[in-house]
């Protein structure tokens, strides 16, 4: 049971918005950034966002991310069949010490 | 380009050691922490360890503090993770990754580490 709660799951549709929640506590995502990884089981996990909201140089301005209070979302506009993939939020923890991920969440494209 | 390469993942009996490796290249390696993350099959990403870009502190998950040790070679541009007294549920792909922005930026493929008798 991960400290960050993230849905198991998520669907839409190809040109679709979807959004991913990623909720924890003030010692996480309360005081600390919050990154948003995509990751194909077998490859390495791409980061899609870094420090809530920035993006790295090479990831399209259709993912996006926000951050308030001890919640955190990534959302994906113009859904497309390769964003299929297990989704991830990634926080410090202050009171752990230690970096903990969400469970991740499936995204089906349908 | 960042380059990272993992490597020294094994079938290994309950009970035994393993030394991973990741070879990094592409940026200057001793002016960022480094860290390692694991997927077990059928699970999530779980952080195991991290070091400072200078070595000199070390942080672990709960459930591999006292049995497993990273580390970090500046002048050859490795990272390392020594376990030891290997269970079954550590059985996963392995993941280095380099800290970037104040969290991690992955690059490799893993290693497979898998505790079986």
């Known amino acids: 049971q991960s400290v960050l709660t993230q849905p198991p799951s998520a669907s839409g549709t190809p040109g679709q918005r979807v959004s991913i929640s990623c909720s924890g506590s003030?010692?996480?995502?309360?005081?600390?950034?919050v990154y948003w990884y995509h990751h194909l089981p077998g490859t390495a996990p791409k980061l899609l966002i870094y420090?809530?909201?920035q993006r790295p140089s090479g990831v399209p301005d259709r993912f996006s991310g926000s951050k308030s209070g001890t919640s955190a979302s990534l959302a994906i506009s113009g859904l497309r069949s390769d964003d299929e993939a297990d989704y991830y939020c990634?926080?410090?923890?202050?009171?752990?010490?230690?970096?903990?991920f969400g469970g991740g969440t499936k995204l089906t494209v349908l | 380009e960042v380059q990272l390469l993992e490597s020294g993942g094994d079938l290994v009996q309950p009970g035994g050691s393993l030394r991973l490796s990741c070879a990094a290249s592409?940026?200057?390696?001793?002016?960022?922490?480094m860290c390692w993350v694991r997927q077990a099959p059928g699970k999530g990403l779980e952080w195991v360890s991290s070091?400072?870009?200078?070595?000199?502190?070390?942080y672990y998950a709960d459930s591999v503090r006292g049995r497993f040790t990273i580390s970090r070679d500046s002048s050859w541009n490795i990272l390392y993770l020594e376990m030891s007294s290997l269970r079954a549920d550590d059985t996963a792909l392995y993941y280095c990754?380099?800290?970037?922005?104040?969290?991690?930026?992955?690059g490799g493929q893993g290693t497979l580490v898998t505790v079986s008798s």
């Open positions: 990634a926080v410090w923890d202050s009171s752990l010490t230690n970096w903990v």
């Open positions: 003030i010692s996480n995502i309360g005081n600390n950034f």
């Open positions: 420090r809530n909201s």
């Open positions: 592409g940026f200057t390696f001793s002016n960022h922490a």
């Open positions: 070091i400072t870009a200078d070595g000199r502190h070390a």
């Open positions: 990754a380099k800290e970037y922005n104040s969290g991690w930026s992955f």
